[in-house]
């Protein structure tokens, strides 16, 4: 049903002053490799409980409006397995919904954070995997004058029910317009951080009927990174943009429902929790045999040409926290400009509820992306920040990458051969496919494997698997 595609823009973002414990962490940095630059840590809070975090993400209620339960039922009303172990409502609700009590007690329902940080691959549910099947190819407000006609039948256009789903339906009806991208599969995460912005006060996080400032046209898309790659990384996103308070930063991510900084400061705890999660979340094993013959291989490889970015992986593990340039990675710099230029979002963020505080988070664009941990990375396909290569052997062989593809978006449609998607090479004239040569969508850069045989890649992505 179309509405499950509706709710799904309550959380595409990725994720108060008060006297917590604070971790200097002084894990000392490396010197930076050539075109890269270390990036230093910033004091966290640590006194977050990892079980409460997990518990908040399954069931926690930070919404302040949504779809009235009834109405939610009567158009998902397949059952579903879960995956979560929930109980009450919550048990025969889709794993990246919650049944929650709106700001008037009425029940609804509304997207939790899970609609973009979890994913089956293979017939394998796994928590923080970034969602590669989301979808924001239409007008999901289009879809608001049937929810509107719905609850105003069943429940009457002054009821509680409707007055619940009215911010819900302020807040869709102003933001999904904005997020219109090309294929399926990407996320529209950073336009969507600007447009919530430009709709709220930064002094109270109210809602402002009208935008304070003007919003970019385009939609900058993004592969979502995997969650457990936070606990190594020293900022947020993939240009490093999120950097001070983690869970202040991750917090915006409720942006969308919350009433006002009062309310964000009730739930404020709650995300020291759910950092406290996602810095134990670990990365999920690779559930075929590794042939130890080839990942011995393939160790050496990596090591002389992978690790100075990405960092080792037998015990102790180091991880060097590297921004590496557009200009020296070269891969498609348009997310990393788009930040550098529109000053008006970074500054709202800094200046806003989120950004002050003894505790406070803090955007700081920059021109280059993370070499990011590779933890898991067997499962983490598409690759690159924009979701452009469709697996791992393409992205160590650049000649191979297709300008043109798609895919069948089945989870088990995965090649653990080429470690990845298995795709479909399309032309420029075909509809709704990955076209590199659209802004933000290019698959160049990163051209480290090039020099490989093919022997020697097959060799490496089997160390990879093992990671």
Known sequence: MQTKLLILLFFALAFITCKDKIDPNPVPVPNPVPGSTALTATPQR??????????????????????????????????????????????????????????????VVSANCLSCHASYLDNQFVMGLGNTMID???????????????????????????????????????????????????????????VLAAHRNKT?????????????????????????????????????????????????????????SSYARTIDASFIDVAAYLKQLKAPAYPKNLD???AMAGKPIFEKNCAKCHGTYDAPST???????????????????????????????NESWFGQGSSKGHLQPTNGYIAPPLDGVWATAPYLHNGSVPDLFTLLKSSERPPFWTRSFTATDYNYTQMGWNYTKKTAMDTGIYDTTKKGYANTGHTYGDFLTDTERYNLIEYLKGL
């Not at 879960?82 to 049944?99: F, K, M, Q, V």
């Not at 002054?158 to 599969?185: C, D, H, Q, W």
């Open 136 to 194: 924001y190819t239409s007008d999901n407000a289009s879809l608001l004058p049937f929810l509107d006609l719905i609850i105003t039948n069943q429940y009457g256009a002054n009821s509680p029910e409707y007055a619940a789903y009215a911010p819900f339906r302020t807040a869709v009806k102003a933001i999904s317009p904005n997020l219109i991208m090309p294929t399926r599969g990407v996320n529209a995460a950073d336009k969507l951080a600007a």
């Open 204 to 260: 109270d996080l109210t809602w402002l009927p009208t935008p304070q400032f003007a919003i970019p046209t385009e939609v900058v898309p993004t592969d979502v990174p995997a969650w457990w790659l936070l606990r190594k990384k020293n900022a947020l996103y993939y240009n490093a943009n999120g950097q001070g308070d983690f869970a202040k930063t991750l917090m915006a991510a409720a942006l969308l429902t919350i009433k006002d």
């Open 292 to 294: 130890p013959a080839k």
């Open 319 to 349: 991880y060097p926290n590297l921004l590496i340039d557009v200009a020296t990675i070269q891969t498609d710099p348009t997310l990393a400009q788009m930040h550098q230029t529109y000053s008006q979002y970074n500054g709202w963020f």
């Open 46 to 107: 640590i006194n977050g409980n990892p079980a409460l975090g997990e518990a908040f993400i399954k069931t926690g209620n930070f919404a302040y409006a949504g779809i009235p339960l009834r109405v939610f039922r009567l158009a998902n009303s397949a059952p579903v397995p879960n995956e979560l172990g929930r109980t009450g409502e919550n048990a025969t609700i889709a794993y990246d919904y919650t049944a929650v009590d709106a700001f008037n007690g009425v029940k």
